[in-house]
């Protein structure tokens, strides 16, 4: 774990989907097995190049020579599918945090495609917030800062005034390259570059909540703790 800058409160906070509220790693594990047995594939062998890499790179690695489109259909084909009848829930402590948040202070940024992440939230009674950036609504994905950018700008928040609750790499370093805290949540494990680590959501609600309430940090004292 890395210092965290600037003491103070935030007055935005951004969360990851998959991993982060909702629990679906055996749901992800799953699609890429069905996609996997399509193309006569070891599934194990898939789904770790897929937790590394962005789906098209996952088929040049894994399936080269075969074509990225029909491989995507497929994997969206699948993934609809688990939205509809998969078997999955929200971690615990999801619901309470997220209808603690005031409205307007939190955002939804996702590697998944919205209509999906409604799908889930419906299912498990998730509230949805009024911003929800997903794999459409940039050109350029986790772990680019981009989509974690693209939240603050919706909400008119300045990158330094934002948490980001996150459980994967790709999404830690997003954060980080936006300027953010991150804090990870849901891993054994630290991920590398994390401010701070908490093994479960739930462990992370109460202080998440304590960052969030009371006045807007001052961008001045930022900086100066910063200097």
């Given at each position: 774990m890395i210092q965290e800058p600037g003491r103070g409160?935030?007055?935005?906070?951004?969360?990851?989907?998959?991993g982060t509220l909702i629990d679906a790693v055996s749901n992800q594990r799953q699609v890429w097995a069905g996609w996997a047995q399509r193309y006569g594939l070891d599934g194990d062998e898939v789904y770790r190049v897929a937790l590394r890499t962005r789906p098209v790179e996952t088929f040049a690695e894994v399936a080269p020579g075969r074509d990225a489109q029909e491989c995507l259909a497929l994997l969206h084909e699948l993934e609809d599918e688990?939205?509809?009848s998969g078997d999955y829930g929200a971690f615990d402590g999801a619901g309470?945090?997220?209808r603690a948040l005031p409205a307007g202070s939190w955002a939804l940024v996702t590697s998944n495609y919205e209509h999906r992440v409604r799908g889930r939230f419906q299912r498990t009674g998730l509230p949805l917030p009024d911003v929800l950036v997903d794999a459409a609504a940039v050109d350029?994905?986790?772990?680019?800062?981009?989509?974690?950018?693209?939240a603050a700008e919706l909400l008119g928040a300045a990158p330094e005034e934002c948490l980001v609750i996150e459980d994967a790499p790709s999404g830690v370093r997003s954060g980080l390259a936006a300027g953010m805290t991150v804090w990870g949540v849901n891993t054994d494990v630290a991920v590398d570059g994390v401010h701070r680590h908490f093994p479960r959501l739930r462990d992370a609600v109460p202080h998440i909540l304590a960052a969030t309430a009371g006045p807007p940090r001052q961008h001045s004292a930022l900086g100066q703790q910063a200097s």
């Open positions: 409160r935030f007055t935005h906070v951004l969360f990851d989907v998959d688990d939205v509809r309470e945090l997220l350029e994905g986790k772990p680019s800062p981009v989509p974690y950018l693209r």
